[in-house]
């Protein structure tokens, strides 16, 4: 199979970029070539979709979590069986059941639904098989072990390959724009235990959905990429000076800027984190609430 187009990771496992360099509502998709093939996420976009099918149909299509921008393209691969974590098994990538589960019923995930059909294209595609924590993936010449990492999804999982060191990171993604926790399900502590899970494994080698590879001050990244966390939360305080509403905290937009105001997915995600910070706040006894408005405690 021709390969060399793709930039190899290690011996064995290629990244497939995706569209719009990997930014959402694309992700980057990883290829395994050994004894038997696999893609890793099908999100990368129609064309690098087409472009995988003509070198060679994988043998099996494995997704790190069901999240649009992984899995809009898996209907693509329906020859393929599908292979998905075992969290939320029963109804993972079924459309209408994923909308109510990231926006709860009624018209937000009658909007989600809309959205991502008219950017996307995204269809149902049913997996035939699931994974847990702990499950090795042995292709022959590349081994990955599967990782639970929930905090940004109950299914969000991270994959390692020892010999090498490599950890496929997945929405642990070491962006600037930092961890993403705007569902229901969504846990910010639980997500910073994820992030050290993998700084335990003192990974030689990371790749992740939307910045690609890494080599060097990997350590560095992801620390990095946790305290995004605390520069939230410090800003938080700053504008709890004063008694505001969660209307106004989600109109100052904290974590989406000026886009919260334009569109109502968005605004909807800035809420949910919004909300998860300030019971997290509470929890430590650094804000109090008082009827519909929250403020810092100790501010003048």
Same mark, same amino acid.
């Given at each position: 199979?021709?390969?060399?187009?793709? #930039?190899?990771?290690?011996?064995?496992?290629?990244? +497939?970029?995706?569209?719009?360099?990997?930014?959402?509502?694309? $992700?980057?998709?990883?290829?395994?070539?050994?004894?038997? !093939?696999?893609?890793?996420?099908?999100?990368?976009?129609?064309?690098?979709?087409?472009?995988?099918?003509?070198?060679?149909?994988?043998?099996?299509?494995?997704? @790190?979590?069901?999240?649009?921008? /992984?899995?809009?393209?898996?209907?693509?691969?329906?020859?393929?069986?599908? +292979?998905?974590?075992?969290? /939320?098994?029963?109804?993972?990538?079924?459309?209408?059941?994923?909308?109510?589960?990231?926006?709860?019923?009624?018209?937000?995930?009658?909007?989600?639904?809309?959205?991502?059909?008219?950017?996307?294209?995204?269809?149902?595609?049913?997996? @035939?098989?699931?994974?847990?924590?702990?499950?090795?993936?042995?292709?022959?010449?590349?081994?990955?072990?599967?990782?639970?990492? #929930?905090?940004?999804?109950?299914?969000?999982?991270?994959?390692?390959?020892?010999?090498?060191?490599?950890?496929?990171?997945?929405?642990?993604?070491?962006? @600037?724009?930092? #961890?993403?926790?705007?569902?229901?399900?969504?846990?910010?502590?639980?997500?910073?235990?994820?992030?050290?899970?993998?700084?335990?494994?003192?990974?030689?080698? +990371?790749?992740?959905? /939307?910045?690609? +590879?890494?080599?060097?001050?990997?350590?560095?990244?992801?620390?990095?990429?946790?305290?995004?966390?605390?520069?939230?939360?410090?800003?938080?305080?700053?504008?709890? @000076?004063?008694?505001?509403?969660?209307?106004?905290?989600?109109?100052?937009?904290?974590?989406?800027?000026?886009? !919260?105001?334009?569109?109502?997915?968005?605004?909807?995600?800035?809420? $949910?984190?919004?909300?998860?910070?300030?019971?997290?706040?509470?929890?430590?006894? *650094?804000? *109090?609430?008082?009827?519909?408005?929250? $403020?810092?405690?100790?501010?003048?």
């Amino acid at each position: 199979m021709k390969t060399e187009t793709w #930039p190899s990771i290690i011996p064995g496992l290629y990244l +497939v970029p995706g569209l719009n360099r990997g930014r959402f509502p694309y $992700s980057h998709s990883f290829f395994v070539d050994g004894d038997t !093939t696999a893609l890793l996420d099908a999100g990368c976009g129609p064309a690098a979709l087409d472009e995988v099918r003509r070198r060679r149909p994988p043998d099996q299509v494995i997704v @790190s979590h069901a999240h649009v921008d /992984h899995c809009s393209g898996l209907w693509r691969l329906a020859a393929a069986p599908i +292979v998905s974590p075992v969290q /939320h098994a029963d109804d993972f990538w079924r459309l209408p059941a994923v909308a109510r589960r990231f926006m709860g019923p009624g018209e937000m995930a009658d909007l989600w639904l809309a959205t991502i059909g008219r950017l996307l294209d995204a269809r149902d595609a049913a997996p @035939s098989a699931h994974y847990a924590d702990g499950r090795v993936f042995d292709f022959g010449g590349v081994r990955l072990q599967a990782i639970h990492a #929930p905090g940004h999804m109950d299914d969000h999982y991270v994959f390692f390959e020892p010999t090498h060191g490599l950890a496929l990171l997945f929405d642990i993604d070491l962006t @600037s724009f930092g #961890p993403w926790y705007g569902h229901e399900e969504s846990d910010i502590d639980v997500f910073l235990a994820s992030i050290e899970k993998v700084r335990a494994l003192r990974p030689a080698i +990371v790749a992740s959905s /939307h910045k690609g +590879v890494v080599r060097e001050e990997i350590d560095e990244h992801l620390r990095r990429f946790a305290h995004v966390i605390d520069r939230r939360e410090h800003r938080l305080l700053e504008l709890l @000076s004063a008694p505001r509403t969660i209307d106004e905290l989600v109109d100052a937009g904290l974590i989406y800027g000026r886009a !919260t105001s334009l569109d109502p997915l968005l605004r909807h995600g800035e809420q $949910s984190m919004i909300e998860k910070h300030l019971r997290r706040l509470e929890r430590n006894e *650094r804000i *109090r609430r008082e009827g519909e408005r929250w $403020s810092r405690i100790g501010a003048s």
